[in-house]
């Protein structure tokens, strides 16, 4: 069960409105690694979790936490919406400035939202639960969790180097230290996983079942060499297992494919046609 | 530019088709973490690539191997799909067995695609592009990447468990085998450049700021301290760079949102009603 | 069986182009609660109507009525887009007003419909069917009828606000006022069923099979106690059948979950680790 | 800033897994009018609320309960999927029974979430945040309310006749009872502000500036006259300010429309064609 | 401005329900290339045409005639749905074909639409307007519109055979035989566009601005010749302009492409990493 | 299996950045009928193919060129944004120009994509599969092939238009002349199959399943007889089996429905409310 109190995580206010700012700033609350999916991942994660507890209550608190990530996003992006000037005044959109503000921000924050955050991200487009991942398998979805901290604290210093509201900027720079302090938390829980498990996700499938002789070879399909430069290519493994072996020239070791006729009733093309 | 030969890179033919089989495969074509997600991710990794060539090089090899995987993978399915009991027949739909694959199959694969093979996952729903992820900061993306290879590995083992047909778990534990070398390569890269570059993406914004005190902070926004068990709440930080500490009881630090009254033309319910 | 007329139900005529402005339109004709969609729910609604003849005839003379209405709109945008200036010339770029409507106009309203209305919103976000709604409940589907027609006029005259074109003004106009006449419609048929059903939905659910303990409780999860000021919050509730009551401090009654570990061939993280 | 404790706010627990009332379960948990919905709409409305106070808190209160509702739901469904037979057993594919519960049930809950809850809906569709509705204008939102709490109440006592298991339907008598209150808690805040706001949303647009000749006629688009024997064709209107009218033979009074040519830089069909 | 008469254009009853022949029929009304699909594209086509009165008036016609059909189908899959067997029984669900119908519906059918029609397709995907096609050139549309009404009667003929309900096989007679209309209609009013026009789309680009040398050339990307043996790898080309060439081993004649390095505000990997 | 060269099949180098240009030149990149769409058409088609073996090698060919064009594209946005000016610098965005260029761009490309090219359109929507066409017919998906390449070309036409860069204008009329051999491939494909099956699509319908009377009534569902003036309106059908006829005043000749009450588990309206 939830609880909720009125104060903000940190404070979110902007020194002045700018609504195509809030346009932009949409992206990291309702965008494919903004808040509202880190949120449901991490909640998701939680509630299927059937390994050690402390693994459930991690969970839990840092998807509650996200909940006022989500909360701070959308009380900024109210307030860089305030007074919009979506009004037609003859003169107003005369002004240059003023005439690419109206062009420029997202009309549904007028038309549809009132002036308030939707759960969208900066092209408009709604977030989508395909977003979250809750795979059962702690160690698959930590480096989810690594990756969503990676590509949204990317994003949110994006964000940051667009504007120079102090106020913005403040709270971004909240924002930014929680998704450092984030990272740190999957590595170390992923560290964790992968001394006991290996380095290999599932680590619980027989080795046995797997072609093992194409386990370890870097096959270049392109012309050229230089990814043969790369660590990949040569040394042992990094999973401890195998040796990196570089195939310059593979070729197709399966059949050309030949599909049967489909019968009548699909009304496919004949084979003889 | 691109070249195709006609053998397939391993075989791919199932010992006898199944079609409610066929469906479950498509996770692993269409899905989030299916073979066009990682084809699709890697080429627009390797065709918006500004840094060093090797990185370039060696994106398109294995975007490239991936077009193969969904090759042999959609190859597969239509082999699967050979023959499915669509037709009404009298006497086969009072035979449960058969009763239960008509009703399980996708329709889809019978009245849209003819037997063939669709880039859906295995509940129907159509692969998009929000999937792809390429952020022009390699060390985020080779997290997505070796995310996106441990969900695959694990989604194609589960469905290695969910077959006995000897064709299908042949090619399948050629696939197993690719994800592990495919992760395996994202470990050595990734390796690479934290190395280079420290564990926090991205590594090039000015640390002194953000808000650097709560930058190592684990904060318990859940009842109980299960998760104060973790590696993740003591010690140093994985980045070399703080101590992890646990905020057993944590505060808003923020105002209590008050949002100003919308100006008249937005017709929102007014502050003093 | 329907027919057409070639006369709009109401003139759509725009004193000039204005592309922008266009684009804003498009949602409501295309957006969630756009034309199209009552259109589709309304028609939707009266034929899967199992329920008395006059509503069946009700509905299906209303979602005809919607029709011309995603007809009017289809023409005004188009007419709204006339001679947009889309191609490229050297002189006009350089006029900061004509540069922001070159890039403040939808692009797919040029490269796509060739100058033409499509089913989509503000955003260029496509209309989906998840929009419609038909429960075959009328009283559930009469308040989303009733919701549509309020969010939609609500949209109308935000729209009616943002142009000062004398001729989309008086197209508005008309719908604003069939607006108010959907909206007094709905609130007519609901309060005919509410009156003989009562005001919970679905009436005909046995209430003994319901927790009635909290039936009447407002449950206050959030800190403070504004929401007691509330007419929900006190005195006997709106379906006459129990008294509100004002829970300041609830507790959970239910478990701490604890799920059980996955079999093996799911491959999960097991309990243990 | 939100909280969470370990205990649910009530008890969910299934007698016994079935995996496909678990698909089926979805619709209320990630489905348009599923706890997911409720529970972001009522935040975004809280988090966007520019009047007054009781307002923002109600919303909060009722937004953070329906987490424990998400939660709840997410619970049940894992407990659903326990032990859940996917893996490939040649004996059990030849039962009948457990060969439609492995066609049957959603291959995702397996494959993707590894028995876990997931956020879309029974037919697997991903929940998005098109379904969340938040305009700024609080009656036209309390609408959008009123109807998530039917829509979602009649869904919940559908699925309540779909099962026989009794943790289950304890589970749901418990949502079906707050759905209850919700809808009186809606008419509630409804009745409210139509007292002071009058029963057409928005109150604020000037009435001189719309048609009036048409707010209050129905308009009989489709052959019989059914539809006049309802409430909505005579007599005053609800909202007390016109009179119901009732038109039989209505005609199109707008122009038949005719489009000028496109420019020729849009290589659209010519006029003369 | 539209009408509509209560006689459907064609009878649409079936012999006895079928639930899981509903949800397949569903293909056909909201599907890809279902009849809502060619009603809003030929609706959309004709409000936006500005062409001859002629083309106007007919796809006007036949967008009207087609929302007939939407409406027969809805009719028919409600009807397919009466008294679906979703409501628990212990009895019942032991019986293994009624089990299949129970696992094998579509559970939105009867959760969300109580036994109604939907706008979704088979796999229960919702329709959404990128289905419609509507460029404001004629030839083109026209293309689309052939190609629709093929696959659509193509799906209408696959269903034919998977039913053996008289009352079913004789309204999808009617449609077949209406989709053979409409594809000779298509072709008709291609073959006067093009006589008028030629077989190029655009037909307005003024040919000196391609790059001619690679207009008629077939390039054979792939290993094999077999391709060679058609009808477009050789002879005059069909817009009688060219000469159709096969082009055996092609090469690449663009750069390798190296990209710039991104400046520093967008935090990407830098070039010398 | 496939290979990779790293020369483009045709150079892809703009003469100086346009991030709006960017924005515009997605719809032929990740829209319905952009280069991502016909690649996968025809790889699918191609994979599914259970005809001829020419059919499968050339749209392999084809398929496998597309993905070259794919390439060129994204390379040409990459460098498009080159250098945007996302930033925030005071004084440049008081620059009216460079205002409109900071509102007009996507801003998904700086903040997702850190200046790289998506797989979506020019309204920032995502690719997706539901674009793809394969249905087991061949002469439907080749109708469906000739519509996408003629509505591509028509969008590479129009951004031509809408530019004057001198390197995009040259790798644009590369694609157009490149769209032009493929126009005429699929008219000359298609002109191949009609010869043997007739223009009917699925020609394996046994012609007299069908309602004959009904096969070549041109149906007049709106006023107005301008549609008779075409070809589709009288004279010998295209398929040469019938003449066509015109209906002017159709009536219907289906039942007027009326649908049987739901059972009670399904709490709708009940049929005497």
């Known amino acids: 069960m939830f609880f909720h109190v009125k104060e903000l995580q940190y404070r979110a206010k902007p020194d002045k409105p ?7 700033l949409q992206e990291v609350l309702g965008g494919q690694f903004g808040e509202i999916s880190v949120m ?15 693994y459930r209550d991690m969970l839990l608190d840092i998807g509650t936490e996200e909940i006022a990530h989500v909360e701070m996003l959308a ?6 919406l305030d007074k919009a000037p979506v009004e037609e005044q003859e003169q107003a959109a005369k002004d240059p400035i003023i005439a690419s503000v109206m062009g420029g921000m997202n009309p549904q924050h007028a038309i549809v939202n ?4 939707s759960p969208n991200d900066s092209a408009g487009y709604p977030w989508n639960a395909r977003y979250t991942i809750a795979s059962g398998n702690l160690l698959a979805d930590f480096r989810a969790n690594l990756n969503a901290e990676s590509q949204g604290r990317l994003q949110v210093v994006r964000l940051y180097e667009m504007t120079d509201d102090k106020g913005v900027r403040d709270m971004l720079s909240f924002l930014i230290a929680r998704d ?4 740190n938390q999957w590595l170390a829980a992923i560290a964790e996983l ?10 619980t499938f027989n080795r046995q079942y797997e072609k093992s002789d194409v386990a370890y070879k870097f096959i270049s399909c392109s012309e050229g060499t230089e990814s043969q430069a790369g660590r990949w290519a040569k040394g042992p493994s990094i999973d401890g297992m195998g040796q990196f072996e570089y195939v310059e020239n593979p ?6 494919p030949e599909l049967e006729q489909a019968p009548g009733y699909i009304h496919g093309t004949p084979k003889n046609m």
């Open 194 to 203: 992968e001394e006991k498990e290996g380095k290999v996700v599932p680590s």
């Open 40 to 54: 449901m991942q991490y909640l998701f994660q939680g509630w299927n979790c059937r390994a050690e507890k402390k």
């Open 180 to 183: 450092t302090m984030h990272q």
């Open 114 to 117: 009132g002036l308030g955050a």
């Open 75 to 80: 009380t900024m992006i109210a307030q860089l």
């Open 251 to 256: 070729v197709g070791t399966g059949q050309a």
């Open 18 to 24: 700018d609504p195509i700012y809030a346009k932009k």
